[in-house]
């Protein structure tokens, strides 16, 4: 599970699943708030163990996979219109 956790805090910026974690452990009633230090805690390992169990991945690597497609998408084109050219020649 560590290195889903690993994986996890590579795809999540950190400071979100924070922002994510305060936000929830504020909107608790004051009388839990006194154990705050130890719900943000839990609440951040619960956030790590959902989002780790989805199949995400960065802005970067989404940039990288949409640029090789469109490189791809290209190539496919100008083969398509070689063959379309070749298939005219020999008709």
């Known amino acids: 599970m560590g290195s889903s956790l690993a994986i996890v805090s ?3 910026d950190p400071k979100l699943i ?3 974690a ?3 452990s504020s909107s ?3 009388g839990i708030q006194a154990l705050q230090a130890d719900v943000m805690k839990n609440m951040r390992a619960s956030l790590e163990s959902g989002l780790a169990k989805l ?3 960065t802005r970067e690597e989404f940039e990288v ?3 090789v497609l469109a490189r791809t998408r290209e190539k496919l084109s100008r083969l398509e219109a070689q063959v379309k050219a070749l298939e005219e020649i020999n008709n």
């Open 10 to 12: 590579r795809m999540i």
């Open 18 to 20: 924070d922002e994510l």
């Open 22 to 24: 305060s936000r929830l």
């Open 28 to 30: 608790l009633p004051s």
């Open 55 to 57: 199949d995400l991945v």
């Open 65 to 67: 996979q949409s640029a």
